[in-house]
C-alpha cells in the first residue's frame, strides 16, 4: 500500500490544508458548525499593568529604550483591540459564548506560584491577585457573566485550571483576544490545540509590541494552530446565531 494510498481516508482533500481539530473544517467556510455555547472567548492579559500606559509593563519597556514598541502595543490597544473587543463582547455574551479572563497574577506573598522566568517581573510589578495591577481593563469586565482565572505562567492553560473548567462547561472551540500576540497568545492556543480545541485567533483583538510580530505571528498561528480571523468575521458568524 502505498503512502497516499494510506492517508486517503484520514486527511481528505478538505482538510488538507488546515485541521484545527474539527473533522468538519472547511476552509471555505471556517465557521462551519460554529456553537456560540460551546464556545469560550479567551481574554489573555487585557490587565492593567500588562497594557495600561501607566502600567509596569508598558513603563518597563519605556525604560529599556523601546520607546517605539510602547507605543506601538498602546496605541494598538486603544486604536484597535479595545473598539473592536467591546462589539464583540457584546454579541459574545447575547448569544451565549463564555468570556474568560485570563490574568498573569501571583497568590503567593513571595510569587513563589509564577514561573521561575517570569519570577521577578511579575514580583516588580506587584501583581498580585486582587490588586489594581490584575484588573481587567475598564469596559471589559462584565462581573454578572464573566469568568476570571489567575494564570501563573505565559500560557493561559499553565499552572492554571482553564483546561478543566472548559471541559465542565462542554466547551469545545476557543475565541482568542489579549496580548501579546507572539508570546502568552500563542502559548496559550499552542497548548489549546494539543488539548484538542478548535480554535479561532481573532487577528485585530490582538496585539504585539511590532507590526512586524503581529505579522510573523498570525501567519505562524494560521499554518493549523488556530484559524486567524478578523473582528468582523466575528460578529458575522456571532450575528448570524441571533437570527
Known amino acids: 500500500m502505498s503512502p497516499s494510498t494510506a492517508f486517503r481516508g484520514v486527511l481528505p482533500t478538505s482538510l488538507q490544508r488546515h485541521w484545527y481539530n474539527d473533522a468538519s473544517y472547511s476552509a471555505e467556510d471556517p465557521w462551519r458548525a460554529f456553537d456560540p455555547k460551546r464556545t469560550a472567548l479567551i481574554l489573555v492579559d487585557l490587565i492593567n499593568w500588562q497594557v495600561d500606559p501607566e502600567g509596569v509593563s508598558i513603563c518597563s519597556i519605556r525604560e529599556a529604550g523601546l520607546d517605539e514598541s510602547a507605543d506601538y502595543l498602546t496605541n494598538r490597544c486603544s486604536g484597535t483591540i479595545l473598539p473592536n473587543l467591546l462589539k464583540i463582547l ?3 455574551r447575547e448569544v451565549g459564548v463564555q468570556v474568560i479572563h485570563t490574568r498573569l497574577a501571583s497568590r503567593h506573598p513571595d510569587y513563589l506560584d509564577i514561573v521561575p522566568a517570569l519570577r521577578s ?20 469586565w462584565d462581573e454578572c457573566y464573566d469568568l476570571s482565572i489567575v494564570k501563573t505562567g505565559s500560557g493561559a492553560f499553565t499552572g492554571s485550571g482553564l483546561d478543566m473548567l472548559l471541559r465542565r462547561l462542554n466547551i469545545n472551540t476557543l475565541l482568542y ?7 502568552c497568545v500563542m502559548l496559550t492556543a499552542t497548548a489549546g490545540f494539543d488539548l484538542g480545541y478548535r480554535q479561532y485567533l481573532i487577528s485585530d483583538c490582538t496585539g504585539a509590541l511590532s507590526e512586524q510580530d503581529q505579522a510573523d505571528t498570525e501567519r505562524l498561528i494560521g499554518l493549523y494552530i488556530a484559524e486567524p480571523v478578523s473582528s468582523e468575521q466575528t460578529l458575522t458568524a456571532l450575528g448570524d446565531k441571533l437570527c
Open 177 to 183: 483576544a489579549g496580548v501579546v500576540t507572539n508570546a
Open 121 to 140: 517581573y511579575v514580583r516588580a510589578a506587584e501583581a498580585q491577585d486582587g490588586s489594581w495591577a490584575c484588573q481587567p481593563l475598564e469596559g471589559i
Open 90 to 92: 457584546n454579541a459574545a
